[in-house]
């Protein structure tokens, strides 16, 4: 069964840090572009960004509000992914989601479709 | 990018369809066919239900069914359940290995 377990969130200060993981298991995760999305409180879901699979370059896109604050990264020997949040604020309460897209037999869709979600994990930034 | 536009609610009865509208600019929505729709419960992670403006991924009912018109993409709900009471949410992948999303409508079912 394909799965993502998302950890790490929690309670945090305004300009504290906080790192949450995403533990992937029944596929092969290396061949995956990884996502992770958000959810303010009663809100939307706002795209946070992505990290491509080495082997299709490794690149990492940011959403604006989340750049030179956020890092993503992953390990492919432990199947997970990472997301590494700095000078967090109030703004940036929300679920986590890890996430990602799938392979259809003619094309994939990473960046458009995203098939497969975590249970999500809660962040709130306030002091 | 900004998010997409999408009404706050939309309602209908068992057995009526509804339609939620999703609008973009020229460089998302109008620009790419790669608009997709989520569905959401209360508490739960979101469900892809339409891909590429209008597939359906295998073991959703073909009671959803997705469209777009320049830069409006569309989501409609035939047959109304009970069980389709729900948040809906749309993307759009927005150039720049970027995807952006809609603010959410939630649907009543009466």
């Known amino acids: 069964e394909v799965q993502l377990v998302e950890s790490g969130g929690g309670l945090v200060k305004p300009g504290g840090s906080l790192r949450l993981s995403c533990a992937a298991s029944?596929?092969?995760?290396?061949?995956?572009?990884m996502t992770w999305v958000r959810q303010a409180p009663g809100k939307g879901l706002e795209w946070v960004g992505r990290?491509?699979?080495?082997?299709?370059?490794?690149?990492?896109e940011y959403a604006a509000p989340v750049k030179d604050r956020f890092i993503i990264s992953r390990d492919d020997s432990k199947n997970t992914l990472y997301l590494q949040m700095n000078s967090l604020k109030s703004e940036d309460t929300a679920v986590y989601y890890c996430?990602?897209?799938?392979?259809?037999?003619?094309?994939?869709?990473?960046?458009?479709?995203?098939?497969?979600w975590g249970q999500g994990t809660m962040v709130t930034v306030s002091s | 990018q900004s998010a997409l536009t999408q009404p706050p609610s939309a309602s209908g009865s068992p057995g009526q369809s509804v339609t939620i509208s999703c609008t973009g600019t020229?460089?998302?929505?109008?620009?790419?066919?790669?608009v997709s729709w989520y569905q959401q419960h209360p508490g739960k992670a979101p469900k892809l239900m339409i891909y590429?403006?209008?597939k359906r991924p295998s073991g959703v009912p073909d009671r959803f069914s997705g469209s777009k018109s320049g830069n409006t993409a569309s989501l409609t709900v035939s047959g109304l359940q009970a069980e389709d009471e729900a948040d809906y949410h749309c993307?759009?992948?927005?150039?720049?290995?970027?995807?952006?999303f809609g603010g959410g409508t939630k649907l009543t079912v009466l």
């Open positions: 996430t990602m897209g799938f392979c259809t037999s003619t094309s994939c869709h990473w960046d458009d479709a995203l098939d497969v």
């Open positions: 029944g596929f092969t995760f290396s061949n995956a572009w």
């Open positions: 990290f491509k699979s080495k082997t299709d370059g490794g690149t990492i």
């Open positions: 020229s460089s998302d929505v109008g620009a790419y066919n790669y």
């Open positions: 590429e403006v209008s």
């Open positions: 993307s759009s992948y927005a150039g720049s290995n970027i995807m952006i």
